[in-house]
């Protein structure tokens, strides 16, 4: 695999999803080696001395242990654990730290689901994001909320679609919170992706994508990845593409595809 990557985009790529037969610093190291960030997810499953050895560029990490945006005792949850988790980001570099609307459990479900979002825990998702937002401030580092989809991956998590997080991130509208706009969750649940992206366009800070069926790589399903990066490029976006996919199968592959895909 070339170590140069012609695209307008710094590529990264989840290192969970990949090589998993190996310890997680060998993947960074692999990752670096062939010019890609490095994503993770949380923190505590890591030997964090060994992710900081490896001189990996991690674009983004799980920016919480538990909580939620909506109730008064997850809000306090969410922003504990997120304080100890911007130090263990500010010690890597991670240069965004993601939230969802809810903690995540076993298999991507909800700890506390929900079925309907009141008015009353929007308003309180707002209030939580704006603590997240002067805790960002007083650390210098950034978050991101993550759209999720909610009937095939994560059903009950709240704020989980595109237009939910994009009403939120867009209101806040603070340097220090941004989009986490993950095209594979939108393409499940709401389709319309270069459209999405061009509303969502002042306030993403990192695209995520996989395909459609199966959470693949980038050609191995339904989505027209190059028109998507010919779009996000002639409306302006330069800023990171990351692959949280499996490999359908040898993952250098996988990667080279990613990479293709946002080749124009």
Not at 35 to 43: S, Y
Not at 228 to 245: N, R
Request: one cysteine or more; glycine letters at 10%.
């Amino acid at each position: 695999m070339s170590n140069t990557c012609n695209t307008p985009f710094p590529l990264a790529a989840c290192a969970e999803m990949l090589w998993q037969d190996r310890p997680i610093e060998w993947r960074a190291s692999r990752l670096k080696e062939h010019g890609f960030g490095v994503g993770l997810w949380n923190w505590p499953a890591h030997d964090i001395n060994k992710l900081e050895a490896t001189g990996a560029s991690f674009t983004i990490m799980n920016g919480y242990l538990a909580g939620r945006l909506t109730d008064d005792e997850g809000a306090a949850e969410l922003l504990r654990t997120a304080r100890e988790t911007a130090q263990i980001g500010k010690r890597l570099g991670v240069q965004r730290l993601n939230l969802h609307g809810t903690g995540l459990g076993e298999g991507g479900l909800p700890v506390q689901p929900v079925e309907v979002v009141t008015g009353a825990m929007w308003l309180k998702a707002e209030d939580t994001l704006c603590r997240i937002v002067d805790l960002a401030d007083k650390e210098g580092v950034v978050f991101t909320l993550e759209n999720l989809n909610l009937s095939v991956d994560h059903p009950g998590v709240p704020f989980g679609r595109a237009e939910d997080t994009l009403a939120l991130v867009s209101r806040i509208d603070h340097p220090r919170l941004r989009l986490n706009l993950d095209l594979y969750h939108a393409q499940i649940g709401e389709g319309n992706l270069i459209e999405l992206c061009r509303r969502s366009l002042p306030w993403i800070g990192e695209i995520q994508v996989a395909d459609v069926p199966g959470r693949f790589e980038p050609g191995s399903g339904e989505v027209n990845w190059k028109g998507i990066a010919k779009a996000l490029s002639d409306m302006g976006y330069s800023g990171p593409v990351a692959m949280e996919a499996w490999a359908s199968g040898d993952a250098d592959a996988a990667l080279i595809a990613f990479r293709d895909a946002f080749t124009l």
